[in-house]
């Protein structure tokens, strides 16, 4: 079964700007916290944003203001808009999400990744 999909990932130059998506399923949309990480090539994965139920928000420091992560409760989507990307940001960056409803017990999933390069 297939509980998020991410997508919006793409090619951009240093200083481009990229929105991601993540579509849930509304078990996961409606329970606890879901997020944004990334992997680099070679590096274990990171947190980049994660929001809470109850809306408190939190940012990885290398953020600096430039990302902002926010979700759509209607459409169950997940956002994380971009902005001034770094060669270095460029990683496979995945949706988080978690729910007991296939288990019975609190489960996180995770989508498959959506890429995003950043390179001139």
């Known amino acids: 079964q297939v509980k998020l999909v991410e997508s919006g990932g793409g090619s951009v130059h240093p200083g481009g700007s990229l929105n991601l998506s993540c579509v849930a399923s509304p078990s996961i949309f409606s329970a606890y916290a879901m997020g944004w990480y990334r992997q680099v090539s070679g590096m274990q994965r990171e947190s980049v944003a994660v929001?809470?139920?109850?809306?408190?928000?939190n940012y990885a420091d290398f953020v600096k203001g430039r990302f902002t992560i926010s979700r759509d409760v209607d459409k169950k989507t997940l956002f994380l808009q971009m902005n001034n990307l770094n060669p270095e940001e460029t990683a496979v960056y995945c949706c988080?999400?978690?729910?007991?409803?296939?288990?019975?017990?609190?489960?996180?999933?995770w989508g498959q990744g959506t890429q995003v390069i950043v390179s001139s």
């Open positions: 929001i809470s139920s109850d809306d408190s928000i």
């Open positions: 988080k999400g978690g729910d007991s409803a296939s288990t019975g017990y609190y489960t996180d999933y």
